[in-house]
């Protein structure tokens, strides 16, 4: 195939036999949500590249680096998103809804872009379901996030794999006072940081605290540490949150490198990790972000949320078997007409089986074909059950029903008795 009929590097087809575990994975999740009473936002996947650049922060790599920015035909810069929260706050405030303190509880799904190094784990379009809560301040919210997604966990058959990382960055004030603490000891040991962390010294301090640098690391051991340098709010805050997860019993680790890329976090930063992908090891990952909503023009808004990689998780049910039975299965009943008047009966037959049971997977032969052709494809489609139409069950207004998997014999039922003996032997999703 000529190279420009090709995916872009990086940009995947999710094949229709992967469909099946996204939407397992995508229904498990948003049913979850709306038992904790979240309710969905959709956004457009496409804004003005100004408003990353103010939200996420110029100094990220992801706004330096990694953003699919274009001009459309008017010349306006436009970015494909790379995140969510950006849009969502822009939402709210340009329709108003937490305007007067108004709480809201929403949750977004949909593909990010982000131009990185395509490998195992990391796409340059990849999908997230992200969450964000707007106007509630305390402990007990931040809690709730992180108690939903251990139910998540628990609901998908990965919560051993997963590890949860909690930290508190403080509120703005103390992060400036730990910022200049940070700066003033590593341009004493410059010369021995990495040439990333010396740029970062410069532009993003922080982040210096999560490089992979073996000697700069050795040069952190000694950093003065951000959890001294906690307000007295923050640190209430941070305990409060801690008490609640303990009374649930959910274990955590406190990691006090853990910065998170983006400017806009305050506060609580979280991460489940899982040592099951490799270097991609982070499956889901938030945050407070108190100050953003002002930042980015609106009244002050007290923000949290998260987002989790949708591929990351898929990898994690196929590399953990977590895949359940059920969803393999496409198709409950395959029904095979031979010849026209069969056909026809058929699929009138069909339609009436639908009526009364809406559920039911059932699959009509199409392509005519002979006996043996049509009783392959049946077999192919996973159903449990042929329905079989020939001249003799025609003549007596019959189907012949026979069990694909497992024993039974082949038995005749009567068209009028069809719905009521399928609602008998198919569990119905
Ligand atoms: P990482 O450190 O792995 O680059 P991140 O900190 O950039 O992640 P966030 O911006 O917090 O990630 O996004 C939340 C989640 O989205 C991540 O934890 C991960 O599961 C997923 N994610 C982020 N970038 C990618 C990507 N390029 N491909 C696939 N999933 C991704
Ligand atoms: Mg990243």
Redesign the pocket.
């Known amino acids: 195939m000529s190279k420009s009929l090709q995916a872009i590097r ?1 940009m995947n087809d999710i094949l229709p036999e992967q469909t099946p575990l996204w939407r397992y994975l995508e229904g498990t999740v948003a049913r979850l949500l709306d038992n904790y009473g979240y309710k969905q936002i959709r956004m457009p996947i496409v804004e003005f590249t100004e408003l990353f650049k103010r939200s996420i922060g110029e100094v990220t ?2 706004v330096e680096k990694e953003m699919y920015t274009f001009e459309d035909r008017n010349g306006d810069s436009l970015t494909l998103r ?2 969510g929260t950006a849009a969502c706050v822009r939402a709210v405030l340009e329709h108003g809804i937490t305007g007067g303190g108004q709480v809201q509880k929403l949750w977004y799904i949909g593909p ?1 872009f ?1 131009h ?1 190094r395509p490998q195992k ?4 379009q ?3 379901i ?1 969450l964000e809560v707007f106007n509630l301040d305390g402990p007990d919210i931040d809690a709730e996030l992180i108690i939903m997604t251990w139910r998540l966990w628990g609901e998908l058959g990965i919560r051993d794999a997963v590890k949860l990382e909690l930290n508190s960055l403080g509120t703005s004030e103390s992060r400036g006072r730990y910022r200049e603490a940070l700066v003033e000891y590593l341009s004493v040991h410059h010369d021995k940081l990495d040439e990333d962390s010396q740029r970062r010294l410069k532009t993003n301090p922080l982040r210096v605290l999560d490089t992979k640098n073996a000697d700069t690391q050795a040069v952190l051991v000694d950093a003065p540490k951000m959890a001294d340098y906690l307000d007295e709010e923050s640190r209430a805050h941070f305990e409060g949150l801690k008490a609640r997860l303990d009374a649930v019993g959910i274990p955590y680790v406190l990691n006090p490198k853990l910065v ?3 400017d806009y976090y305050s506060k609580t930063v979280f ?2 990790v899982t040592d099951k992908l490799g270097a ?7 945050g407070r972000y108190d100050g953003l909503v002002e930042q980015m023009g609106g009244k002050p808004t007290t923000g949290v949320g ?8 898929v990898l994690m049910l196929e590399t953990l078997e977590q895949i359940p039975e059920e969803i393999s299965r496409q198709v409950d009943v395959y029904l095979c007409a031979f010849g026209e008047e069969a056909e026809l009966a058929g699929l009138a037959l069909a339609e009436r089986v639908r009526d009364q049971l809406p559920n039911l997977r059932l699959q009509v032969n199409a392509g005519a074909g002979s006996f043996k052709s049509q009783f392959k494809k049946a077999d192919k489609s996973g159903a449990l059950y042929a329905l079989i139409l020939g001249d003799d069950e025609m003549a007596q207004q019959v189907v012949g029903f026979k069990p694909l998997r497992g024993q039974g014999e082949q038995q005749s039922i009567a068209w009028d008795a069809l719905a009521a003996h399928l609602a008998t032997c198919v569990v119905q999703g």
Do not use: K, N, S
């Open positions: 990086g790599d992801i790379p995140e990010m982000r990185e784990g990391r796409y340059r990849f999908h997230q992200g998170r890329g983006l991460e489940w991609q090891g982070t499956v889901c990952a938030g998260f987002a989790m990689g949708i591929e990351r998780l």
